[in-house]
């Protein structure tokens, strides 16, 4: 029985140490396996808060592209082409309220009719001038006559046109009429667009019965004519006691000038009657000859005397003025407007500006336009034109003239977009973005590129095959300007040189452009290029 109770009590004994040992063992596992939860938790923690902080990142660092712009030229030249769609409509209505308030023989010798008028308004396209024709015959064909314009401009003579100051009670007086005859007159008023009106008259026909008629002409005296510069400055005197002096008219030869070859020489200009000094330019150099023809109100001409008739040149100008810049465009209602810088020409001087207009785009784009006749002539910076289909596309060409007849060239612009031009930004709480990490990929389809930042430059100079430039225009702290850093609030310009690059830029390409910055969400834009590019600058998007 002893030996019994001895091994069961070892039995006990044993058991009990082998409980411990397990107590223990779960206990230094679950530590153990603590330790892991707890590790495990941080590590997962720690990931967590990297992967949300690259997360806000990435969304907190956007660019944003404001707009983007196609230079079709490289060079920086604008284009002296433009093309512009015309109105819709056209002004069809003729100026109205114009009359003819009366005729009357002039109390003051010589004999002479004074007309009294007041100007027609235009609510459309506004007036452009006012015609004044006289009509001689007797009272019954002059009665019939003077109400049909058409028969006024055949069997009048047209003897004055007003080109401004429309207003109430405007006054001409006609001196070129004789005693014993009977005359009309009438006058027709126009809008810009072309529309004409018959004035309507209270009193329009008067017979001359006697007085005494100017037929003294002017008389002048040529002072002196030197070379002036690229010119020829000619000074003279000039008076007319009778009805007063109204033009006069300078010529210019190779060899004297005489009332009988005055026909074979050229006539350089006609100026006003208080015209007494003109500047010409001789295209060649050599012996010029210059004269002078006076013409009154009553329509007596003589040619003034000269002290001296000629001049040596030895400096012409030969010289082209400079291509027309800033020209544009737009669509009024009843007119084409046309704009553009004013050419400075340091020689002879800008005369004015050829203006030259076609439906096709190729015609205004070749010099052999410079065979036609211009459109017009101006010799302000800007034209408008009231003649025109509605909804038709017209093409002009502007180009600058010099006082010795030199023109400028037609600069078209090119077919393709040469310079991309991108105004970018960042979204608002955006991080700062460092455009020397910032990749652009583009293609046109046939051709990819891959551009980094040229950061040793700015601007345009520095777009080229492998790089873009970039340029501030607005950099409130100054980063950018310094380390190419873009911060919240700043504007900039991304310039990429797509010629240089290899990418054609035609009307309807597309363009697949991606913007990655090094942290950030990339902009990734599909563009179609436009189909109709009319202006040197295209806006693409």
Partial sequence: MK??????????????????????AIIIVAAIASSLIIYVGV???????????????????????????????????DPSVIGVKAPIRVDSDPPTG???????????????????????????????????????????????????????KNMGKLIATFTSDFENSRVYVDYNVSSGNTYGYAIIGYDMAGNEELYRATNQIIT?????????????????????????????????????????????????????????????ATVGSDVRAYMDY?????????????????????????????????????????????????????????????????????????????TDYLKVTTPEIFNSEPYAFVNTTYFDDYSYMPYQMYYYAVVAVDNASNHGSIVAPQNSIQILQIKLALGPGSKPIDFNTVIVELTDGKI?????????????????????????????????????????GAVVLMYINARDVGLTLTPQTKLTMKIIPGMGIPIYKIINIPSIMLNRYVSIY
């Fill in 98 to 152: 114009g009359l003819l308030i009366n005729v009357s023989v002039n109390s003051t010798n010589p004999l002479s009719v004074k007309i009294l008028w007041n100007s027609a308004i235009d609510t459309g396209s506004g007036m452009a001038k006012e015609e004044i024709y006289r009509v001689k015959g007797d009272n019954t064909t002059l009665s019939y006559v003077l109400k049909d314009i058409t028969f006024i």
């Fill in 208 to 268: 001359l019965s006697s007085g005494t008629e100017d037929t003294t002409p002017p008389s002048g005296n040529i002072e002196s004519i030197n070379s002036a510069g690229y010119g020829v400055l000619i000074s003279w005197t000039a008076s007319d006691s009778g009805s007063g002096l109204e033009y006069q008219k300078i010529y210019r030869s190779h060899s004297s000038i005489t009332s009988s070859n005055l026909n074979n020489t050229t006539l350089v």
């Fill in 43 to 77: 590590t997962l923690r720690e990931q967590g808060e990297k992967v949300a902080a690259d997360a806000t990142t990435q969304i907190t660092s956007s660019l944003r592209i404001l707009n983007i712009l196609g230079d079709r030229d490289i060079d920086g030249e």
């Fill in 448 to 488: 990819e590129a891959s551009l980094k930042l040229n950061s040793s430059g700015f601007g345009v100079g520095a777009a080229d095959v492998t790089h873009y430039g970039m340029e501030a225009l607005n950099d409130p702290t100054g980063e950018f300007t310094q380390s190419y850093i873009l911060d919240e």
């Fill in 282 to 358: 001789p295209s060649s150099m050599g012996t010029w000859y210059y004269a002078i023809v006076g013409y009154d109100r009553a329509g007596n001409f003589a040619m003034y005397n000269a002290s001296t008739d000629h001049v040596e040149v030895t400096t012409v100008d030969n010289s082209s003025p400079a291509n027309v810049e800033g020209l544009r465009g737009e669509t009024g209602q009843y007119c084409i407007h046309l704009e553009w810088k004013p050419v400075v020409d340091k020689q002879s001087g800008t005369k004015g500006y050829y203006i030259y207009r076609s």
């Fill in 3 to 24: 030996k019994i109770y001895s091994l069961h009590t070892k039995e006990k004994g044993d058991i009990g140490i082998a409980t411990l040992i397990l107590f223990i």
